[in-house]
């Protein structure tokens, strides 16, 4: 059974940085199609960042330019956060597809980011 698991959430305050992680106890070839999500009280799941099948790196606007996501062994992923937002604040979700895992779409259980003003 592949597993995903997350860490590196907390409470930071306006201006600061978080990196969180993402690993897989397995993948098929590469971590290439992982993101991350991230979905804030009253509001809808909205992409973060994600690495494209095809290996490139995918912002939300609203995040573009602060956060970077990248590679780190072959089965993790990271999300640098910096420069730190009240409107940053949610919990994030990492997720890995289907032909990533070689088994089915996983969700992470999700990791708090609070930034505090």
């Known amino acids: 059974q592949v597993q995903l698991v997350e860490s590196g959430g907390g409470l930071v305050q306006v201006g600061g940085s978080l990196r969180l992680s993402c690993a897989l106890s397995?993948?098929?070839?590469?971590?290439?199609?992982m993101g991350w999500y991230r979905q804030a009280p009253g509001k809808e799941r909205e992409l973060v960042a994600r690495?494209?099948?095809?290996?490139?790196f995918i912002y939300g606007d609203s995040v573009k330019g602060r956060f970077t996501i990248s590679r780190g062994d072959a089965k993790t992923v990271y999300l640098e956060m910096n420069r730190l937002k009240p409107e940053d604040t949610g919990v994030y979700y990492c997720?890995?597809?289907?032909?990533?895992?070689?088994?089915?779409?996983?969700w992470g259980q999700g990791t708090q980011v609070t930034v505090s003003s």
């Open positions: 997720n890995a597809p289907k032909y990533v895992t070689g088994s089915y779409e996983l």
């Open positions: 397995r993948v098929l070839s590469s971590t290439d199609g």
């Open positions: 690495i494209t099948n095809g290996g490139s």
